[in-house]
């Protein structure tokens, strides 16, 4: 099994930038497609970006043109670029690997710790 494991991210002004790591254990190649989401302090886990094996993607439209998901196979871990950051964007980070469907309905038993982004005004 391929565990996965989210860091970098901070405590960042407004209009500042972030990139997210997720780093596999093993190939990330071999989950298909891959995702970033995120969680606000109250508020439920949302899909933020997703990738598929042919490197499409799509965005949520808070995130649209702001943040790029891209993975880099050789080195086992997908980014999240995140430019242009808001306040509203603070929440923990996670990524997960599997079939599209499942990718965008965040069908997951179990989570990893995820990582913070803070963003201050």
Same mark, same amino acid.
């Given at each position: 099994? /391929?565990?996965?494991?989210?860091?970098?991210?901070?405590?960042?002004?407004?209009?500042? $930038?972030?990139?997210? $790591?997720?780093?596999? $254990?093993? $190939?990330?190649?071999?989950?298909?497609?891959?995702? =970033?989401?995120?969680?606000?302090a109250g508020k439920e886990r949302e899909l933020v970006a997703t990738i598929t094996t042919n490197d499409a993607t799509?965005?949520?439209?808070? /995130?649209?043109?702001?943040?790029?998901?891209?993975? @880099?196979?050789?080195? @086992? +871990?997908?980014?999240?670029?995140?430019?242009?950051?808001?306040?509203?964007?603070?929440?923990?980070?996670?990524?997960?690997?599997?079939?599209?469907?499942? /990718?965008?309905?965040?069908?997951?038993?179990? =989570?990893?710790?995820?990582?913070? /982004? +803070?963003?201050?005004?």
């Open positions: 099994q /391929v565990l996965l494991l989210e860091s970098g991210g901070d405590l960042v002004q407004s209009g500042g $930038s972030l990139r997210l $790591s997720c780093a596999g $254990s093993g $190939s990330i190649f071999s989950f298909g497609a891959m995702a =970033w989401y995120r969680q606000a799509n965005y949520a439209a808070s /995130v649209r043109g702001r943040f790029s998901i891209f993975r @880099n196979n050789p080195k @086992n +871990t997908l980014y999240l670029q995140m430019n242009n950051l808001k306040p509203e964007d603070t929440a923990i980070y996670y990524c997960k690997g599997g079939p599209y469907s499942k /990718v965008v309905r965040g069908d997951f038993d179990s =989570w990893g710790r995820g990582t913070l /982004v +803070t963003v201050s005004s």
